[in-house]
């Protein structure tokens, strides 16, 4: 019994180690989102954060303000779309296979 409870925390301990190194992959991940045929990128790190935004000079014009914003909108969320599947990609491979319980999301 007492062999079985040190198997299990040293299973425990090697999972912990594993969630840890893919939290330090997801930091370091960059995505890419785009709208507007590319014409609105935006890069996002793997924690979410907008590393960058590139928007196609022919968008910028004072009466497609509008249309920007949406398109900027669109993109960023394309970006955190990308970044929520590339996690959850990562922690199912550590898991193995288990779902997170429903609303709790990694690493946010």
Known sequence: MKNQ???LLQQAQQMQQRMQDVQQQ??????????GGGMVK???SGK?????LNIDPSLIAPDDKEMLE??????CN???????DAAAQKMAGVTGGLSLPPGMKLPF
Do not use: C, H, P, T
């Open 42 to 44: 935006v890069v996002y």
């Open 78 to 84: 394309d970006a955190r779309k990308k970044v929520e």
């Open 5 to 7: 409870m040190n198997q």
């Open 48 to 52: 979410g954060d907008v590393r960058r």
């Open 26 to 35: 997801l930091e370091e991940l960059e995505v890419e989102g785009s709208s």
């Open 70 to 75: 949406d398109l900027i909108v669109a993109a």
